[in-house]
């Protein structure tokens, strides 16, 4: 019987030019451990195959500075339970902070006016040096929590670093948040210091959170005091009972060079939370260690950030995106922050103008964004030199490939679409891009370096070229150390190991392709993922619940075969309401004040019930997949369900939907 031919290698949409990556960051890396440079495939196996040789190498390639040294790399291999380089003491401010030029900008701040101001790096030390004092005078001790609740400004950034140089543990949401929500979360961390901001900027709108501000600090009784951000200019009261201190005090105060506390590898940096989808969110956290040596791969290496570029990529302060921003100063790279909408309608471009003004090298976005630039027209080179950016990273979602030919024509034929993907879960990427890898429109090049993923179907085996759940069968640095108030672990295995016990079940549906690719289909659970930011169906239902009219609610964010995503809210009124105009606009305005804007769905339509498991859960995953229109028969069990005639009900809003409203 003849051998068959092998399958052509598709035609990539981008290929590195070798010169160029030849002298990347990753290829000097290659060539250190011994890998050809050109030849990703070999360096990903080996990173996979001798972690303790891989991580090893990152330690030293990136001359990771530990008081005390490791006395090995992976002294027990499992998950969850990994234990890395123990023995080894640190501190992530130290490493943030070491390779900033005293002169040269650590940070640029930026806003959708196009205003900027720089901090210097000698600024960002004698900085985050006096609020560490700070900090300390305000009774804060190693293991002790300080949060923020702060748009993303540098202010966010210095409260970081200081809360971490003191082996603190810091934790951030944005202001869109009501101080519910973000109470929902801090409460749980029981914190001494609260951050806050006076207001953040949005689409033409300066938005007053003072009140928002204090209401939150009032949730939280374990609070010693409160520092109060100007970044809006609106004065704070004089007259406040609890103790407070302005921002101005706690950063201009004389303090001596800061003195970065070393802890272990696996002592709590920060804890980011859940969304919150099925009740509180989860507060994930991630050790001082695992976050330095994933950072360090993942921007130094694979982002290819150093000394002179630019990181500039829209985020908000509780997405993790904006964790991997302040990570880009442990590469000497200047990170950017943004406040503002990514395209408010008076100047929709400006995050390109800014890029094209402040020389960004790495362009952060998502795909709702780039979809909505080709959209509207925006023809971003036409405007705006943007020879600077040599990379465009997208993730949240997944981008889809009529994407990939908008940049070429609009940014540059040159620049490479980076495309990824990961998780808050271990605050960074399982799949993404490298300077030395070559791009397949739609696809996602290849895994990450040390991340050993695979796709497994239903019986869990690995499959390639077929649709199967991510999963990651050997454990990875920055995994969670433990989720918060879990002291048994039993919320962490069940949230990741249930499934496939010993291996990372991620809850997305990939193919592993037999070029090497990674194609992501979308959530496989019932996430949110709103124009990259992750938000909580929770969220959502305790709010409109709460309005008289509405006996149940039902939120599901479905993607879409043209790289769209539908966010409809389903709900069943109350006996004797209607669900007219005004009704609607009392939802928006409802979830707009209790939850946040972007929590605010595509459409509001009326249905007679919400189906649920016999135990009252209601089937968020089921309904998504039958609006995407997977049948019925390969979604859910009739049997399971507590009205079974929801099943067609709502197989039949999805076919409408797809159909077009002739259908209806």
Same mark, same amino acid.
């Given at each position: 019987m003849p051998t068959p031919e092998p399958a052509e290698l598709?035609?990539?949409?981008?290929?590195?030019?070798?010169?160029?990556?030849?002298?990347?960051?990753?290829?000097?890396?290659?060539?250190?451990?011994?890998?050809?440079?050109?030849?990703?495939?070999?360096?990903?196996?080996?990173?996979?195959?001798?972690?303790?040789?891989?991580?090893?190498?990152?330690w030293d390639h990136f001359a990771v500075e530990a008081a005390t040294p490791y006395e090995q790399v992976l002294a027990e291999e499992k998950m969850p339970g990994a234990r890395w380089f123990p023995g080894a003491t640190l501190n992530y401010t130290q490493h943030a902070l070491r390779h900033l030029g005293a002169d040269a900008p650590a940070i640029i701040a930026l806003d959708e006016t196009g205003a900027s101001y720089e901090v210097t790096g000698e600024e960002l030390r004698t900085q985050v040096a006096s609020f560490a004092a700070t900090l300390r005078d305000l009774g804060v001790d190693r293991g002790d929590r300080v949060v923020g609740?702060?748009?993303?400004?540098?202010?966010?950034?210095?409260?970081?670093?200081?809360?971490?140089?003191?082996?603190?543990?810091?934790?951030?949401?944005?202001?869109?948040?009501?101080?519910?929500?973000?109470?929902?979360?801090?409460?749980?961390?029981?914190?001494?210091?609260?951050?806050?901001?006076?207001?953040?900027?949005?689409?033409?709108?300066?938005?007053?959170?003072?009140?928002?501000?204090?209401?939150?600090?009032?949730?939280?009784?374990?609070?010693?005091?409160?520092?109060?951000?100007?970044?809006?200019?609106?004065?704070?009261?004089?007259?406040l009972a609890e103790p407070t201190v302005t921002w101005q005090e706690a950063v201009g105060r004389t303090a001596p060079p800061l003195h970065c506390t070393p802890v272990p590898f696996d002592h709590p940096l920060w804890v980011v939370f859940s969304s919150g989808t099925t009740g509180l969110p989860k507060g994930i956290v991630h050790g001082h260690g695992g976050v330095l040596l994933e950072h360090l791969k993942t921007i130094g290496l694979h982002s290819d950030l150093g000394p002179g570029d630019r990181l500039l990529w829209y985020t908000t302060t509780h997405w993790m995106m904006w964790n991997l921003v302040v990570s880009a100063l442990l590469t000497g790279a200047t990170a950017c922050t943004y406040d503002g909408s990514p395209a408010p309608q008076a100047r929709p471009d400006v995050l390109w103008e800014l890029a094209a003004r402040h020389g960004?090298?790495?362009?952060?976005?998502?795909?709702?964004?780039?979809?909505?630039?080709?959209?509207?027209?925006?023809?971003?080179?036409?405007?705006?030199?943007?020879?600077?950016?040599?990379?465009?990273?997208?993730?949240?979602?997944?981008?889809?490939? $009529?994407? =990939? %030919?908008? &940049?070429?024509? /609009?940014?540059?034929?040159?620049?490479?679409? +980076?495309? *990824? @993907?990961?998780?808050?879960?271990?605050?960074?990427?399982?799949?993404?891009?490298?300077?030395?890898?070559?791009?397949?429109?739609?696809?996602?090049?290849?895994?990450?370096?040390?991340?050993?993923?695979?796709?497994?179907?239903?019986?869990?085996?690995?499959?390639?070229?077929?649709?199967?759940?991510?999963?990651?069968?050997?454990?990875?640095?920055?995994?969670?150390?433990?989720?918060?108030?879990?002291?048994?672990?039993?919320?962490?295995?069940?949230?990741?190991? $249930?499934? =496939? %016990?010993? &291996?990372?079940? /991620?809850?997305?549906?990939?193919?592993?392709? +037999?070029? *090497? @690719?990674?194609?992501?289909?979308?959530?496989?659970?019932?996430?949110l993922n709103r124009n990259g930011v992750r938000l909580g169906s929770?969220?959502?239902?305790?709010?409109?619940?709460?309005?008289?009219?509405?006996?149940?609610?039902?939120?599901?964010?479905?993607?879409?075969?043209?790289?769209?995503?539908?966010?409809?809210l389903f709900v069943v009124l109350a006996d004797g309401a209607v669900l007219d105009d005004a009704l609607r606009d009392t939802i928006r305005r409802a979830i707009r004040t209790g939850a946040s804007p972007r929590h605010v769905p595509d459409e509001i339509r009326q249905v007679p019930a919400i189906p649920h498991t016999r135990t009252g859960k209601k089937l968020e995953v089921p309904v998504k997949r039958l609006l995407q229109g997977v049948p019925a028969a390969e979604v859910v069990n009739p049997g399971a369900v507590d009205d079974p005639a929801l099943i067609d009900y709502y197989a039949r809003l999805g076919a409408e939907r797809r159909e077009g409203p002739e259908a209806t």
């Open positions: 598709p035609e990539p949409f981008w290929t590195p030019d070798p010169d160029e990556s030849a002298t990347s960051r990753i290829a000097e890396f290659a060539r250190r451990v011994g890998v050809d440079p050109a030849d990703y495939t070999a360096l990903h196996h080996w990173s996979v195959t001798d972690l303790e040789g891989f991580w090893a190498a990152v609740y702060l748009p993303n400004t540098p202010h966010a950034i210095v409260a970081f670093l200081a809360t971490a140089s003191l082996g603190a543990v810091w934790s951030v949401c944005g202001q869109d948040y009501a101080p519910q929500a973000a109470a929902d979360r801090f409460a749980q961390l029981e914190p001494t210091v609260l951050v806050a901001a006076d207001g953040y900027l949005f689409n033409g709108t300066t938005h007053d959170r003072r009140e928002a501000a204090l209401d939150l600090s009032r949730a939280l009784p374990t609070l010693k005091a409160t520092i109060l951000v100007e970044r809006a200019g609106l004065p704070w009261p004089t007259d960004v090298t790495l362009f952060g976005t998502s795909p709702q964004y780039l979809l909505g630039m080709a959209k509207f027209g925006i023809d971003p080179s036409a405007a705006h030199d943007l020879s600077q950016v040599r990379a465009i990273g997208c993730t949240g979602s997944t981008l889809p490939a $009529s994407a =990939y %030919p908008w &940049v070429r024509e /609009h940014v540059s034929e040159h620049v490479q679409l +980076a495309s *990824g @993907s990961g998780g808050t879960d271990v605050v960074s990427g399982f799949v993404g891009s490298a300077p030395t890898t070559p791009v397949w429109a739609g696809e996602l090049s290849a895994p990450y370096l040390g991340v050993a993923l695979a796709a497994y179907d239903t019986e869990g085996r690995p499959v390639t070229d077929q649709v199967g759940e991510l999963t990651i069968t050997r454990p990875m640095p920055s995994m969670p150390l433990y989720f918060w108030n879990d002291p048994d672990g039993t919320r962490y295995r069940d949230a990741y190991f $249930s499934t =496939y %016990p010993g &291996v990372w079940r /991620h809850g997305d549906w990939i193919t592993r392709t +037999a070029h *090497g @690719s990674v194609i992501v289909h979308g959530r496989s659970d019932s996430t929770a969220d959502i239902h305790d709010v409109v619940e709460r309005l008289p009219e509405i006996a149940e609610s039902l939120v599901i964010g479905a993607e879409e075969p043209d790289g769209g995503y539908w966010m409809p």
